[in-house]
């Protein structure tokens, strides 16, 4: 049955490879970079004091996201409210906590759903330093709020769960707990695409994580065009890797309960978890393609039947 499965994906894919192609949504999906660099910039400023769990500026970054999907046209998951409150002791300290989760109505499968998700912390103050996480994690939100610009002009066939995960650097407690005590089954969770640090490469690459977990996916990936000197590869899964991604991130909940992922991030650079990962040293064009090509990435999930 898988096999079939396998051959059914990529025998749609090859048929409707040149339909997607006469749409020209490869490089123009509907969202205003200005505005995704603008967010990013925002998130990543002093004024959100890193973002750290459970600081005053994890809450203010909370209520930016909320505001944006309110501004977006987001509805909220949880009766009437976005935040999903949890706590949580890591390293002997005790952690309030809460996720941002969205959602889109699907057109074609409303009751089954794809979780885009990001996280929103950081690493806070450390001896009067501020860890801004502008790659790390201020891109992965910034993606977020350009999906539901995207969903605006273009309905998902699959309901999607925006999903702006906290505690992330400390366990993946976000990601945990939502899928722990999920409010929608977690059979009807066919998809979870993660965002995490995709705004900066020196070599123009990007990674999609996971298709050697769901072998499926390379059927998705293979044959996407994107723009002209940017690399989608997949790897950094399994296999001669120096690092396995696989549970580096959010994804890595939803792997564990055998739901498929793809996991979107760029190779380390010198300012990961330093002072330094500033806006300023973001790279707006690898960035503004990347976010680009996940959109088309997720263009074609959402034509599949799972």
Request: proline content about 4%; overall charge negative.
């Amino acid at each position: 049955m898988y096999k079939l499965f396998c051959i059914a994906v990529i025998c749609f894919l090859s048929f409707a490879d040149g339909f997607t192609q006469t749409k020209s949504q490869i490089y123009e999906p509907a969202f205003f970079e200005e505005t995704l660099l603008k967010n990013v910039e925002n998130l990543s400023s002093d004024a959100f004091e890193g973002r750290r769990t459970g600081t005053r500026g994890g809450i203010k970054a909370r209520r930016y996201i909320i505001n944006e999907f309110q501004k977006l046209g987001v509805q909220p998951l949880l009766k009437r409210k976005y935040e999903q409150s949890f706590s949580f002791d890591f390293k002997g300290t005790f952690y309030e906590a809460e996720n941002v989760l969205g959602l889109i109505k699907g057109e074609k499968y409303p009751d089954k759903y794809i979780v885009v998700s990001a996280h929103y912390d950081h690493e806070g103050i450390k001896q009067g330093v501020i860890y801004n996480g502008a790659d790390d994690n201020a891109s992965g939100v910034g993606a977020l709020f350009s999906f539901a610009e995207y969903f605006k002009y273009h309905a998902p066939q699959y309901s999607i769960i925006l999903a702006a995960f906290d505690g992330e650097e400390l366990g993946l407690q976000g990601a945990k707990y939502f899928v722990n005590n999920s409010k929608v089954p977690l059979k009807k969770i066919v998809f979870n695409i993660n965002m995490d640090m995709i705004s900066r490469s020196d070599k123009n690459e990007l990674f999609a994580v996971g298709t050697s977990h769901y072998p499926f996916l390379k059927a998705v990936i293979k044959g996407l065009k994107t723009p002209e000197n940017f690399k989608l590869s997949m790897g950094h899964d399994e296999g001669n890797w120096k690092e396995d991604w696989t549970h580096a991130s959010d994804h890595a909940p939803f792997h564990k309960q055998g739901i498929p992922f793809l996991y979107f991030g760029v190779e380390d650079h010198g300012d990961y978890h330093e002072p330094t990962d500033d806006y300023e040293n973001i790279q707006p064009a690898f960035y503004t393609n990347a976010v680009k090509v996940i959109i088309s990435v997720f263009e074609r999930l959402d034509q599949i039947k799972f």
